[in-house]
């Protein structure tokens, strides 16, 4: 049983992206980490198909006192994560609040109507822009480019398990990854796994990648809440 503490009980975390990114793997994979720590884990996967191209997003509700709701109520995630830049905005948009953190690869996945010209995407400056408005602190990653070398882009979810786990938001380990990856998959594939892992930690390790909203860094120095 684990004894750490949560920084929210429960601690709402959303995984997002698009259909044939992996995220519900992803999902999967830190509630079953955090469940062989001794956390109670509801996952509840919400709006669209996990078809390829489409939206999906997985709502992770994590506990040391018992199973809530699988729907985070509006407002009220305490950290996004997400494979797509333009999926990191809708979430935002409906579960944002000024404390939320984020962490986004920001490899743009367009959809048929952006390719036929009927729609335009933002660029990726206009993005940021807009996630570092509405959170507290954000990490920006380019988890495809690392994955297509590792020998496939979907790696790019592994990798943002990697990230979410060096942040410390939540008490999630290499050690109990490893175990997980080992129970779901062929030995053969575990070393990649790991190595991907380590790479979305090293991002967040790195620094650069994270921006602070100083307003909201501010507002929460001036109620105590940080140091």
């Keep these: 049983m684990n004894q750490a503490n949560l920084k929210h009980d429960p601690y709402n975390l959303i995984i997002t992206g698009v259909g044939g990114q992996g995220n519900v793997l992803a999902s999967r994979m830190v509630g079953d980490m955090l469940s062989r720590l001794g956390f109670d884990i509801t996952i509840g996967e919400t709006f669209g198909a996990s078809q390829r191209g489409g939206s ?13 709701s699988p729907q985070i109520p509006m407002g009220r995630a305490h950290m996004i994560v997400s494979l797509e830049p333009a999926e990191t905005l809708r979430v935002l948009r409906a ?8 962490i986004t690869n920001m490899r743009p996945v367009r959809s048929i109507s952006v390719i036929s010209g009927e729609q335009t995407y933002p660029a ?6 807009w996630i570092r408005d509405f959170s507290e602190s954000a990490w920006f990653l380019d988890t495809t480019e690392t994955a297509v070398r590792l020998g496939n882009p979907i790696f790019g979810n592994v990798m943002l398990v990697g990230a979410l786990a060096r942040t ?3 008490p999630l380990d290499r050690d109990t990854f490893e175990a997980v990856v080992r129970s779901r998959m062929p030995a053969s594939k575990v070393p990649v796994n790991m190595e991907a892992f380590d790479a979305g930690g090293a991002m967040i390790e790195d620094g650069r990648a994270r921006i602070t909203n100083p307003f909201y860094r501010d507002l929460m120095q001036a109620c105590g809440q940080i140091g």
């Design 124 to 129: 990726p400056e206009t993005i940021m822009g």
């Design 168 to 170: 410390g938001e939540l």
């Design 95 to 102: 579960y944002g609040n000024r404390q939320v953190k984020v």
């Design 56 to 68: 999906v997003m997985s709502h992770l509700r994590i506990s040391q006192k018992g199973s809530y």
